[in-house]
């Protein structure tokens, strides 16, 4: 089978396509055909060992897993003796932060990781629910969203914000979102209230005051969206901060009955992947999908990916 390879950390020119031995599975694992994943930006931190904290999870001089991939979505091939809950044939999917190894043609699952794929929803879609759609769940679990509320969602259009901007939809509260000329009419479409250009306009400068803050591509810290917020309003970052201060900040303001932030970490798997199965099933949440690329073009993608500016999620297709 082929697969997408790196032995070192290291940008797109680190990975290698090869040839492996199909993998056989274990008592509670399923081989599984891939059929879709995204490149995604955990990939990406996968694959650099940036921020410095994802050596010492991957392996702190070179990563211990070598074969690519956080997600995927496919045909179950064949299951261990000890699998209960799914037979050859199942279309399946998953995603793991600290990697799967699926960015092959086959790969090797414990049952617990793995879900069943909604049926009206593609091998593409489902690949595409996973991991930005994760991360967004803990922003809207870690507060109570009341009816009336204003919520800023900057970078509305990454797999984090576009997938935010549909969970969030669902409750009774006023939208604003900033996106690039190119995506207003993408946000539109996702339910935002009031669109922000970042190209033309500072989201920080607005005279409007939001309950939530919500900045899902890390573009610009509490400090400055101080202002933008109400007198207990909450500010969530998809990233640490220019000096990993948001997570002190998380700490200290947790007391404070004025403005906080809230440092997301994420919730389990097994409560945030259940909540994206019952939003696909009821049509609620319908992944972005940018561009699609194959596996012997995973190279590209992953620099696509890694430039930052990506609209929604990157597909691999196998
Ligand atoms: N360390 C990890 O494991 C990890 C995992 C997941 C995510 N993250 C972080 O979470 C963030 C979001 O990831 P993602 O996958 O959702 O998206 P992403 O690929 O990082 O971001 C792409 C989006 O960012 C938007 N963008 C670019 N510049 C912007 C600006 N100045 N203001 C507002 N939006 C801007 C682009 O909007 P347009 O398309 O409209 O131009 C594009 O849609 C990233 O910063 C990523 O590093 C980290």
């Given at each position: 089978m082929k697969v997408a390879v790196r032995r070192?950390?290291?940008?797109?020119?680190?990975i290698t396509i090869e040839n492996f031995p199909n993998p056989i599975p274990k008592e509670d694992e399923l081989l599984i055909q891939v059929k879709a994943s995204t490149v995604n930006r955990t990939d990406c931190a996968n694959l650099t060992g940036?921020?410095?904290i994802m050596k010492l999870m991957?392996?702190?001089?070179?990563?211990?897993?070598?074969i690519l991939g956080t997600d995927f979505a496919g045909e179950v091939i064949q299951t261990g003796s000890?699998?209960?809950s799914f037979n050859p044939g199942d279309r399946v999917f998953g995603f793991f932060d600290m990697g799967?190894?699926?960015?092959?043609e086959q790969v090797c699952i414990k049952e617990e990781l793995v879900y069943s794929i909604p049926e009206n929803i593609d091998f593409a879609l489902a690949a595409a629910a996973l991991e930005g759609a994760h991360y967004a769940y803990s922003f809207i679990h870690y507060v109570a969203i009341k009816p009336g509320q204003s919520m800023l969602i900057n970078g509305a259009t990454g797999a984090i914000g576009s997938a935010l901007l549909q969970f969030a939809r669902m409750f009774d509260i006023k939208i604003a979102a900033t996106c690039n000329t190119k995506n207003i009419e993408l946000i539109k479409s996702l339910g935002a209230d009031q669109i922000i250009d970042f190209t033309k306009e500072d989201?920080?400068?607005?005279s409007e005051k939001f309950d939530f803050v919500f900045d899902t591509v890390g573009k610009s810290t509490f400090g400055a969206c101080k202002p933008i917020l109400k007198e207990k309003g909450i500010y969530i970052s998809s990233e640490l901060g220019p000096h990993s201060q948001n997570v002190l900040f998380s700490l200290t303001s947790r007391?404070?009955?004025?403005k906080k932030v809230i440092f997301p970490i994420p919730f389990s798997l097994k409560k945030t992947i259940p909540y994206m199965i019952d939003l696909l099933e009821k049509g609620k949440f319908k992944p972005v999908i940018d561009q699609s690329f194959s596996l012997d073009e995973i190279s590209a993608a992953y620099k696509y990916v890694l430039s930052g500016q990506k609209t929604g999620n990157v597909i691999i297709n196998y």
């Open positions: 070192q950390y290291g940008d797109q020119d680190s940036k921020p410095f991957l392996g702190y001089s070179k990563p211990r897993k070598i000890q699998v209960k799967l190894e699926s960015q092959a989201f920080t400068q607005t007391f404070s009955k004025n």
